[in-house]
């Protein structure tokens, strides 16, 4: 039986989206066709069901998201109960009678009254219209207006939490979405509750329709007098009004309270419990003023005493609760206190600072809006994902805060806690970059592109397309910031790369290429060692993107060689094409800046190990002779259009490098064994030592 239950069900489920489209269908069909007694009495039950479990669907209900379809259900129910009020005025002024449910509407309320009962429906039509509806419409309007305020913080909030890592990109992309329907609901609902007032209104019309039709109707056509018309078609009446009424305060009932739910991830009924019978005292007092108010003379004593009684013993119970929870608080705190130490390493571990974080002033906070056009958060995501294509590093999430200590369009980069660069750019302008024929034919602040040095200036956009006609580069705000960010990680990510990291990368072979990663670590090589080799790689701007091609060869040569600067150029042999491309110039070829064989010899000789690497050991003058050679050859290179790299022998490629990284930072250096045979090379200057 269960089995064949299941089976039913969800057959019922396949076609019900059908059966809901042609219920909608269905309620065109309601106004137009006429409709026998029984079939209108199923349907106004129908409807008295479907309003009751609207009604308590919104008390159980623990988020407007929860029950997101509502506005939507708001109009079909109205237009259903508008059908059925015109399908049964159809019936009373043709036929003199509504059925069985508006009969016994009209008895049980009015009784032998009408008068009564034409008083309470208008009393129900005021309440729904002025006081519910109203009310309603008027917090919709109020919530869709804060929710649209709050949502750049409550984005800026997310954005935070997914850089920071507490949450990851589908958390946040659910967030987004649960924000944006939010929202859309209060939108919706500001609009629905026009459906409800609406509907009351034409409620009041047809029921004056019914009674003056039905009166003038079977008066001069059906034989009956007037009095006999107004006793019949008022019964009537008052009865197809207060079926219809009566479920459409139902579903105003439950706007009101869906739209004044605060999210608190509780139902109506909890949250009611929890709040208004949380305090002993509050209930005491009442009991006593009750109490006091039941021994006047003037008033009934008994419901007074029972209510006051109630209070009593309600606060009583509730401040024997409140002992028992103080109690147990008191024992948390001491199995709280065994473990204070460990919350403290905890809590000091927890400050521990950021890989990389990004520093914003207050005029700059816009930018991380998700719904800006240059929204930095994305742009952020989209650095990362390059980063991890072109260098092969796994970029942590970049933290993103606001510093009212910086100028208002200031930012600043920092890698471990440490400010390594900083910039201003103005959201509100555009940067222009000069060719470099001619000065600045614009009016604008003066600054310098952040990322490569260049002269810039910041412009209105009214001068935008000034600027393009005189040929200048235009770049937004958000690719000046975005375009630093990435210069600087690609610059220092050899400091990004930790060992966690580098396990992480390793880790993400293993499925493919497990023989090789095993074979390798721990026998051969420990994951610091090649953490090492991996940094000094970065270092020199060369992408680990092929690990697979490095990892076989410090497991080729790691058995006989310890040293990971050896390990490091055996890598770059094998890596030679990797290396080489970025040097070539369009036709192919690679222009080079040689090294006299002199001051080779003189470097090679004097190599010794430090702390930073093999490092040429000489005398100050010679340092300064060598770097006035490099800037002569380079120089000279450039006033050429050459891009040239230098080319030194294998011997003392590393010591020369770690030599001038830190005066000639962007000058590669290449050894010819890192050089294809098939790569032509052509000589455009020398570094002679003079």
Known sequence: MPETLKSVVNYINKYLEVAIAFAVIGIIAIIILPMPAFLLDLLLTLNLTLSIMILLLTLFTKSVLEF???P????????????????STRLILSEGAAGDVINAFATFVTGSNYVVGGVIFVIITIVQMIVVTNGAGRVSEVGARFTLD????????????????????????????????????????????????????AGIVITLINLTGGIIIFSLQGGLTIMESLDRFGRLTIGDGLVSQIPSLLISVAAGIIVTRSGNDKSFG???????????????????????????????????FVFAMVLGVSGYLVFENDKAEEKNKIQREKISAASQVKETEEAVKSYQVEPISLEIGYGLISMVDEGSDGNLVGHITSIRRQCATEMGILISPIRIRDNLQLDPNQYVLKIKGNQIASGSIYVNKYLVIDPGTSDFKLEGIPTTEPAFGLAALWIDGKDKEKADLNGYTIVEPVTVLVTHLKEILKKHSHELLGRQETKELIEDLKDSYGVIVDELIPEIMTLGEVQKVLQNLLKENVPITDLVTI????????????DTEILTEHVRHVMQRTIVKDYLDQSGELKVITIDSQLEDLIGSNIQKSISGSIPVLEPEMITRIFDGIKRATDDAMMKGYHAVILASPKIRTALKNLISITFPDIGILSLNEIPNDIQIEAVGMVEFR
């Open 72 to 87: 939507s259900m708001l109009l079909i129910m109205t237009m259903f109960r508008l059908g059925l009020n015109i399908s």
């Open 150 to 201: 709050a949502m750049p913080g409550k984005q800026m909030a997310i954005d935070a939490d997914l850089n920071s890592g507490i949450i990851n990109e589908e958390m946040a992309k659910k967030r987004r979405i649960d924000l944006q329907r939010e929202a859309d609901f209060y939108g919706s609902m500001d609009g629905a509750s026009k459906f409800v007032k609406g509907d009351a209104i």
């Open 270 to 304: 909890s949250t009611l419990s929890d709040e208004l019978f949380s305090t002993w005292k509050v209930m005491g007092i009442g009991s006593v003023v009750i109490f006091a108010i039941g021994m006047i003379p003037a008033f009934p004593s008994l419901p007074f």
């Open 551 to 562: 990892l076989e060869t410090l497991a080729d040569n790691a058995v006989a060689i310890k």
């Open 68 to 70: 997101s379809i509502f």
